[in-house]
């Protein structure tokens, strides 16, 4: 990952913030989508993008889980510091909480 690939990581991951503190599930949504795209693009992943919304159109995107959207952002923020610390398994580690 280049540090512009990680500052434009880090502002999806603003965004996703904003929205859950907003409380607007489809903005929530959205945001989710975007941060997970510029991971994608930020690993030069862009080929596979088009299979990856394919899943994201099938997949049952739902907040209902959690109590507060707060939650949202903080297990996209382990993500984006696995990411930032360039600690693979820990990355790993934080995508498999999420999906969950």
């Known amino acids: ?3 512009a690939s990680i500052k434009q990581i880090e502002s999806a991951l603003l965004d996703l ?3 859950c503190e907003g409380s607007d599930v489809a903005a929530i949504a959205r ?3 975007g941060f997970h795209e510029s991971i994608l693009v930020g690993c030069r992943g862009e080929d596979l993008i088009p299979a990856w919304k394919h899943l ?3 997949m049952l ?3 209902t889980r ?3 959207y ?3 952002y903080c297990e996209h923020a382990e993500i984006f510091e696995a990411l930032r610390a360039r600690k693979k398994q820990a990355t790993i580690a934080a ?3 999420n999906i969950r």
């Open 95 to 97: 995508i498999k909480a």
């Open 70 to 72: 707060r939650h949202a």
């Open 61 to 63: 995107l739902t907040y």
């Open 56 to 58: 994201c159109s099938r």
């Open 31 to 33: 945001c989710d989508m």
């Open 17 to 19: 913030k904003a929205a």
């Open 66 to 68: 959690l109590s507060d």
């Open 1 to 3: 990952l280049s540090s």
